[in-house]
């Protein structure tokens, strides 16, 4: 049971990944049935003893097995089209936050209320407390408030990374010279695990992400008193 709950997505801290999964099961479902179905007529084909040793052409089958595949192909891309526009649509953020990677750690800028901003290491596994997870934890984490649209805006100071958090389905690289964003709604509270997911050098993963989603009467109180 559990190797078959880590072949799985996460459980979702944002509408995003929810849709990420309901594309994946309705590709899936789709797969499944060709597979099933060319499966079967193979196996017929070679256990039957049946013949036809005058069919030298079908055009009514040709034609069939050239639009089915077709109608299949656009139940696929209309959802998909879907998803891509969903992902890159910018809504009007409540909080924007530049997130800037650095060999190795990362950079966080606050400018919405006011000029925050502060590093964020990993804690080395010798300061870890009994709860805490190894290669994860950092000594700052990224604050944001649940059921609030953010951006992230995303850059790098030396090499090309990537800010992803997979439960959230956030993945935006980081690019020197170059702004990237992106937006999403985180829907519970919790907290959310990352890393970077480009090799962006020897210490590439040591660079963790952690996001600390908390309620917005929260968030406001530890803008106040940072």
């Known amino acids: 049971m559990a190797t078959w709950k880590s072949l799985s997505f ?11 999964s309901f594309f994946h099961d309705h590709a899936l479902l789709i797969l499944t049935m060709i597979t099933c179905t060319v499966a079967y007529i193979m196996v017929s084909l070679f256990f ?3 013949n036809h040793r005058f069919l030298l052409e079908g055009h009514t089958i040709e034609t069939i097995w050239t639009i089915l595949p077709a109608f299949t192909l656009i139940f696929i891309a209309l959802p998909s089209l879907k998803l891509i526009y969903l992902i890159d649509e910018i809504r009007n953020p409540m909080v924007t936050i530049k997130t800037i990677g650095h060999q190795w750690y990362w950079s966080y800028e606050y400018s919405d209320f006011k000029n925050i901003e502060f590093d964020s290491y990993m804690i080395p596994t010798n300061d870890l407390k009994i709860f805490n997870f190894r290669l994860l934890e950092v000594d700052n984490r990224t604050i944001l408030p649940y ?3 953010i951006r992230v805006i995303t850059a790098s100071s030396d090499v090309i990374h990537s800010w992803t958090v997979p439960s959230s389905g956030v993945k935006i690289d980081a690019s020197p010279g170059r702004l990237n964003q992106m937006s999403f709604t985180l829907n519970r509270t919790g907290m959310y695990y990352g ?8 210490n590439h993963s040591f660079m963790p992400i952690s996001i600390e989603s908390i309620s917005n009467k929260n968030f406001f109180k530890w803008i106040k008193n940072i």
């Not at 996460?10 to 929810?18: A, M, Q, R, T």
């Not at 890393?195 to 020897?202: D, K, L, P, R, V």
């Open 195 to 202: 890393q970077c997911s480009e090799i962006c050098g020897a």
């Open 48 to 50: 039957n003893k049946y």
């Open 10 to 20: 996460l459980d979702s801290s944002s509408f995003l990944l929810e849709q990420l």
């Open 147 to 149: 059921m609030a649209p």
